[in-house]
């Protein structure tokens, strides 16, 4: 079992900054995939970022790129989601999300074992 706990959203103004961090305890946290969803109201998780277990490879939905950064620090157990250039449209809540994906299902809700609570983000105009 892998335990997620995110912390770090809040309230931002567009343009503002935030950093989102997921600290996992449990099963080896440098064996898994770590990723970001997120879910906005009325509307379905939609997949963010993701940093892959053995060799950092990052991937980014096109909205994000550009402006949030995912990383991990294996030593603590951490991964962050720095969040830059926010937009309104980033309102959701932010889930951190833990698993070892198939190439085909590294983007998607199915190819994670593992899940935080969520934070909140809200992005004020």
């Known amino acids: 079992q892998v335990q997620l706990v995110e912390s770090g959203g809040g309230l931002a103004q567009a343009g503002g900054s935030l950093r989102l961090s997921c600290a996992a305890s449990?099963?080896?946290?440098?064996?898994?995939?770590m990723a970001w969803f997120r879910q906005a109201p009325g509307k379905e998780r939609e997949f963010v970022a993701v940093?892959?277990?053995?060799?950092?490879?990052?991937y980014y939905v096109g909205s994000v790129k550009g402006r949030f950064i995912i990383s991990r620090d294996n030593a603590k157990n951490t991964v962050y989601l720095q969040m830059n250039s926010l937009k309104p449209e980033d309102t959701a809540v932010y889930y951190c999300?833990?698993?070892?994906?198939?190439?085909?299902?590294?983007?998607?809700?199915?190819?994670?074992?593992?899940w935080g609570q969520g934070t909140r983000v809200t992005v004020s105009s």
């Open positions: 999300a833990a698993g070892i994906p198939a190439t085909a299902s590294r983007l998607q809700v199915a190819g994670y074992d593992y």
């Open positions: 449990g099963r080896t946290f440098s064996s898994y995939a």
């Open positions: 940093i892959m277990w053995s060799d950092d490879i990052t």
